[in-house]
């Protein structure tokens, strides 16, 4: 079945204490990109990348890190988690970055006290 | 800023009360805009692309058209089952913005039988 799987899907850590969210995608979708969900603001961008070793910054990118080695994978690493991060991520992916709709995962919750 | 913005926040129908949704965008030179569904718990699921003014597309009780400055999700004779956010994302023009996606903060429509 083709998907975008996220994990995990809930998440409650403490500030400071560094954390993954992975991302994989069974598509061979070149382009993934990661998204925070908060009420009121909608759905925004933090990180995007075109192809493998190729990432850029979304509208929000502070306070995240990305890489892609790999085609499939595209892992969002919170090094320092502050309260500010808690909120509901999205991973996404697209076959073109442009003209072709996201599939995106089911979603992280993430919980930072 | 490029900006994106949809209205109503949040919509109230009967069952069979049709009624439309805007989108509306300050992208300069639009590559494309995407509908996308969002049920609670799940992320995000793709309805339409449209890229030029004048262009409609239609699925079931749909139906999305766009302008030069905006986009409308038309809702034939709503069911309950309709009932969900629905989520307009722009694309932004070629150069350094290229990959990036703008998202409106959603329409949260109930429909009622």
């Known amino acids: 079945e083709a998907q975008v799987t996220q994990n995990p899907r809930y998440l409650i850590t403490v500030t400071g204490k560094k954390l993954t969210v992975t991302c994989s995608q069974n598509?061979?979708?070149?382009?993934m990109s990661w998204y925070r969900q908060d009420p009121g603001l909608g759905l925004r961008q933090i990180y995007y990348?075109?192809?493998?070793?190729?990432?850029d910054k979304g509208d929000v990118p502070e306070g995240y890190k990305v890489s892609r080695k790999e085609k499939r994978n595209f892992p969002l690493i919170l090094e320092s988690p502050s309260p500010n991060q808690t909120s509901l991520y999205f991973c996404?992916?697209?076959?073109?970055?442009?003209?072709?709709?996201?599939?995106f995962g089911n979603g992280t919750r993430l919980t930072v006290t | 800023e490029d900006q994106v913005t949809q209205s109503p926040e949040a919509l109230r129908l009967q069952e069979g009360e049709s009624s439309s949704l805007n989108c509306s965008y300050t992208?300069?030179?639009?590559?494309?805009l995407f509908w996308y569904r969002q049920d609670p718990g799940k992320g995000p699921e793709f309805l339409f692309t449209?890229?030029?003014a004048g262009e409609e597309k239609e699925k079931e009780r749909l139906k999305a058209t766009l302008t030069k400055k905006e986009s409308f999700l038309h809702i034939t004779a709503p069911k309950p089952e309709d009932s969900a956010t629905y989520l307009c994302?722009?694309?932004?023009?070629?150069?350094?913005?290229?990959?990036?996606?703008?998202f409106g903060q959603g329409t949260i429509l109930t429909v009622h039988p």
């Open positions: 990348s075109m192809n493998v070793e190729v990432t």
């Open positions: 449209l890229y030029s």
């Open positions: 994302a722009v694309t932004h023009p070629g150069g350094t913005s290229y990959g990036k996606l703008t």
């Open positions: 598509m061979n979708h070149e382009y």
């Open positions: 992208v300069s030179g639009l590559r494309g």
């Open positions: 996404a992916s697209s076959l073109r970055p442009v003209s072709s709709p996201l599939h």
